[in-house]
């Protein structure tokens, strides 16, 4: 199976995914609370779209002919209604073109990348296959840990993106190429969503670089499409504790596959060494008995459960792929496991301590003072207006 389906592949375009679908999610949510929930401010825009289609305001179907009636006056009910819904569909169908196109590019140049590798650099691999495997595994165990600490961020996404792109409606800047204007609803999409890509075309490509050629399309698509749908079952039905719930288990399921990914690299550079001393395979048909591994530093071995065995392995190749299993440890591959989730420990507490979530060794960061005065000035607020009454 995972000659067909590369887990890691998934999880990595997975989560790329829900980030982008997140945001798009919020631009969907802020069109409607502009246009349903800001009088003044959709009038406006659809004043606006109304002189982009040559037509004056004043002219309108079922408005008033004069130019000076103030906004409020300016539709008739049913017509700021149906100009309201017509006003809604076009911005989205801004959004999901913007979004569309950032997708296509950011698929165009990550198909680009991985045939050019798989098709001019095969005789590389073949030559230390191993030694490759290793410094894949490694890789992609670095950058599956930037990205399942990262991850549990995401709840807060939301929230971050509201306030940029109501700036954005005000007229100010928001960032690199997002300015405020009518083209907001594309640009912003288009950014979001080809940075998002680019990201995941990168940790593929470290990724897939250890991985079957094979492995890949299957694995991309699948995490793509996961992706959108749960991007919009949180738009559309998660609370934040929800959403809070689903990325600390998503940033479990990711780290398993770092720590396994981190300890497979070890036992390939390891394998890598052993090949070496013997100046050849050990054992190409990928058997399990003596012989086929190095009893150097050995913690256990069966002659069973082989992810490498070409007869009865298939079964084992999945639980490989998720959580780093193999048949034989040494005490680098389990020691490595272990230290992988001791970082992944220590810089979540970290991270914590700087944001201001808790205290470390009875020290306080900045944040965290900030939020104790902010804190104390506002149970003060509370206890005089008590007081008050």
């Known amino acids: 199976m995972v000659n067909v389906f590369s887990v890691p592949i998934f999880f990595i375009v997975f989560r790329e995914t829900l980030e982008a679908s997140i945001i798009v999610s919020v631009l969907l949510s802020l069109v409607e609370q502009i246009v349903h929930e800001d009088t003044s401010r959709a009038v406006s825009l659809i004043t606006d779209e109304k002189r982009e289609d040559g037509r004056p305001p004043e002219l309108a179907v079922g408005e008033p002919g004069s130019p000076e009636v103030s906004p409020p006056e300016l539709l008739s009910e049913q017509d700021a209604l149906l100009a309201k819904k017509r006003l809604i569909k076009k911005m989205r169908i801004q959004i999901f073109a913007g979004s569309g196109l950032g997708l296509f590019i950011a698929l165009a140049i990550g198909a680009a990348f991985i045939a050019v590798w798989f098709t001019k650099a095969s005789d590389l691999w073949a030559k230390s296959e191993e030694l490759w495997e290793g410094i894949f595994s490694l ?26 792109l109501q700036r954005a409606f005000e007229g100010k800047h928001v960032g690199a190429g997002a300015n405020a204007g009518r083209w907001v609803l594309f640009v912003l999409p288009l950014i979001t969503v080809l940075r998002e890509g680019m990201e995941a075309v990168v940790f593929v490509g470290g990724v897939s670089l250890g991985q079957s050629a ?16 749960c991007g919009f079952l949180i738009y559309a039905f998660a609370s934040r504790t929800t959403i809070t719930i689903f990325l600390v288990v998503m940033t479990n399921l990711i780290l398993l596959i770092g720590a396994g990914l981190f300890s497979k690299a070890i036992g390939d550079f390891q394998e890598n060494a052993f090949n070496d001393l013997l100046g050849a395979d050990v054992d190409d048909t990928g058997g399990d008995g ?20 070409n007869f009865d392995g298939d079964g084992w190749n999945i639980f490989n792929a998720i959580f780093g299993w193999t048949n034989s440890a040494s005490i680098g591959t389990v020691l490595g496991y272990v230290f992988y989730w001791v970082a992944a420990v220590a810089v979540l507490i970290y991270l914590k301590f700087v944001e201001g979530r808790t205290k470390l060794l009875g020290r306080e960061s900045a944040a965290g003072v900030r939020r104790r005065q902010r804190a104390a000035l506002q149970h003060d607020s509370e206890g005089g207006s008590v007081d008050k009454e």
């Open 139 to 164: 890789v992609a165990a670095v950058i599956i840990f930037i990205m399942g600490v990262t991850m549990l961020k995401m709840d807060r996404a939301k929230a971050k993106w509201r306030v940029k």
């Open 214 to 229: 094979r492995s890949i399309p299957l694995a991309a698509v699948v995490g793509l499409i996961c992706g959108v749908v």
């Open 290 to 309: 003596p012989g086929s591994y190095d009893v150097r530093g050995n913690v256990w071995h069966i002659d069973c459960c082989n992810p490498e065995n």
